[in-house]
């Protein structure tokens, strides 16, 4: 299985990103591409932009990047109760080479913050709004209190039950 990884933001210590490359280190045999969304900056959406400079190349290679994996794992950063403006922004482009962005892909779908929230908010919004884009999510989970939750330098989540939600949830794409 080819399995596409990443973190729905730019930070470059993303906790999403340790969250998310943890959980395909999870999936038996699949083998994974963790992109950064930093390789995908580009300008601000606007159809203004689109009319004078076309797709941009980096666009392209996302919504490539999608078109050849069997399956997505994506964990979403919460910027006040929503999307990074990385994200939002490599995700409108992708929209318009075609609506379809997740192209009936098996997705799980992940949020993790600091705080007891774990990055709830903008999960439901993403995994809500998946359908529209042709997203099949198999499941979502949002970790809580990421740094209580997780060993950094073993780079494993240490509570059992979040690990046994995490494991069930990533078993869904080998189905």
């Given at each position: 299985m080819k399995l596409l990884t990443f973190a729905a933001t730019n930070s470059t210590n993303s906790i999403n990103k340790q969250l998310a490359t943890y959980a395909?280190?999870?999936?038996?045999?699949?083998?994974?591409?963790?992109?950064?969304?930093?390789?995908?900056?580009?300008?601000?959406?606007?159809?203004?932009?689109?009319?004078?400079?076309?797709?941009?190349?980096?666009?392209k290679t996302f919504f490539n990047k999608i078109s050849e994996a069997d399956a997505i794992i994506l964990s979403f950063a919460e910027y006040n109760g929503s999307y990074t403006a990385a994200y939002?922004?490599?995700?409108?482009?992708a929209s318009?080479?075609?609506?379809?962005?997740?192209?009936?892909?098996?997705m799980v779908m992940l949020a993790t913050s600091p705080g007891p929230g774990g990055a709830a908010s903008v999960l439901s919004s993403a995994v809500a709004s998946a359908p529209y884009f042709a997203g099949d999510v198999r499941a979502s989970l949002s970790v809580p209190s990421f740094y209580d939750n997780y060993d950094a330098e073993q780079k494993q989540i240490t509570n059992e039950s979040v690990l046994s939600e995490l494991k069930s949830a990533v078993s869904t794409l080998a189905a």
């Open positions: 395909a280190s999870l999936v038996d045999n699949a083998q994974v591409d963790v992109i950064d969304l930093n390789d995908f900056e580009m300008p601000i959406f606007s159809e203004q932009r689109e009319k004078t400079m076309g797709q941009p190349e980096q666009a939002k922004n490599i995700f409108d482009w318009r080479i075609d609506q379809k962005v997740f192209q009936n892909k098996p």
